[in-house]
């Protein structure tokens, strides 16, 4: 029956009485979650179709994840969605990538605006196509004032590459004069990252088998937790991202340190 309901059709923002989280612990909820949406190509693969429709299939999973986010009050979700190392692929796949980008944020915007949530554009945009960016800078702009969730979406984005910006930026304001090197925190790297405002990430989930975190959110990893699950992205459904959710809940935390 839930199934049914938050499938991969569409369906309305749930809200915390909703059947779907009735086993979520919501004093454990965690702040931030972040997901490498993999397996897209996998998925059209087996269905005989071309690499591109996983792609496609897999913005309908992305945005009934974000309703669940958003239902259940996460304070934020960061998606892969185009690594530094993705611009090694055919070229008629990046193209068609760059365009689901622009036309899915175009269809969207108006109805994530009206669920409030707050998109943020993470990596390095300046080498994504022009009208792209000036997209995604206005949909940031539109939703600035929003309250809901931190919707991070990494386009262009690795995590290596994200330190490297970091360092050269410390480095300039040394070279100027402005920084002196001993006086470099670990605040201060929060605040220079591109998930600047963040909490850092408490739970970590990938679909579709690996078990890696391919160069994601390196920095703001180092303690989550991690949840694997052998489903391909565009099968990816509400219930099963609340399953990492309460998977999450039952998890003993120490931080490095011991259990009081
Ligand atoms: C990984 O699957 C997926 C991607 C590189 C693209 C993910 C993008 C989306 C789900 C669309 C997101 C859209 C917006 C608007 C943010 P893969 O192609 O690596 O799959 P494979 O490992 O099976 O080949």
């Not at 960061?78 to 622009?102: C, G, I, Q």
């Not at 800078?137 to 004032?145: C, G, P, Q, S, V």
């Amino acid at each position: 029956m839930l199934k049914k309901i938050f499938g991969r059709d569409d369906f309305p923002v749930p809200d915390r009485s909703s059947p779907l989280f009735r086993n979520i612990n919501w004093e454990r909820l965690p702040k931030h979650v972040a997901v490498i949406m993999d397996g897209n190509g996998r998925w059209a693969t087996q269905q005989g179709m071309l690499r591109t429709a996983g792609h496609s299939t897999g913005v309908s999973a992305l945005k009934n994840i974000l309703k669940t986010a958003s239902g259940m009050k996460l304070n934020a979700l960061t998606v892969y969605a185009f690594s530094t190392e993705n611009w090694k692929r055919p070229h008629t796949e990046v193209d068609f990538l760059m365009k689901l980008f622009s036309e899915s944020l175009m269809r969207e915007l108006e109805e994530m605006h009206e669920y409030k949530v707050q998109i943020h554009f993470i990596g390095r945009i300046e080498g994504l196509p022009k009208s792209l960016q000036k997209e995604m800078r206005a949909a940031e702009k539109l939703m600035e004032n929003n309250t809901g969730v931190k919707f991070n979406v990494a386009v262009n984005y690795g995590g290596q590459d994200e330190l490297l910006r970091v360092m050269q930026n410390f480095a300039q304001k040394a070279k100027n004069g402005e920084l002196n090197p001993e006086d470099i925190n670990e605040s201060m790297i929060e605040d220079a990252l591109d998930t600047c405002g963040n909490y850092p990430v408490d739970l970590v989930i990938r679909t579709s088998g690996d078990q890696r975190l391919s160069n994601f959110l390196l920095w703001q990893s180092a303690y989550a937790e991690l949840w694997f699950t052998d489903t391909n992205w565009p099968d990816f459904t509400p219930e099963e991202f609340v399953e990492a959710i309460e998977d999450f809940g039952k998890r003993e935390r120490r931080f490095g340190g011991l259990n009081k």
